[in-house]
């Protein structure tokens, strides 16, 4: 752990770089139904671990304006990790004001100390995050065209 203006940050193996194969999404996604993809982590000088902010809250990826613009009220959210990215992007979802999900699931944590995946839940439900398992979020193509 170390701290670069102020803001602690944790020193963690070479990960997700731009333009590697880690940062690649994965060959079996549907890209075709991909509208639009928000980078995050691209100021080398301050991590990122929500979808919408830098660690610092200092600079936006922009996605809370996007989904504004195409009345998103309601996110979803699965990945990796638990205690981090989708801890930081759910809370920050809840307070710009979107309803929230995590995905169960669909997610894994790191668990650098012991009992963080379990903390990282706890503090996600009382910000009014809902838990669901993807059995539940996943709709039939046929019953979501019927509905529009």
Known sequence: MIEIDGIPQVLWPVHCVQNTSGAQLVATLEEARIR??????????????????????????????????NNVDHVYLLGLATDYCVK???????????RT??????????????????????????TGVKLASSDAVIVDESAAADRS
């Open 36 to 69: 639009k993809i928000f980078y995050k982590g691209t100021d080398p000088s301050m991590d990122s671990y929500s979808t919408f902010y830098d660690n610092g809250h200092r600079h936006s990826t922009g996605l809370a304006d996007y989904l504004r613009r």
């Open 88 to 98: 930081f992007s759910a809370l920050d979802a809840r307070e710009l004001g979107f």
């Open 101 to 126: 999900t995590v995905v169960e699931d669909g997610c894994r944590g790191v668990e650098l100390n012991s009992g963080d995946v379990d903390r990282a839940m706890i503090e996600m439900l009382e």
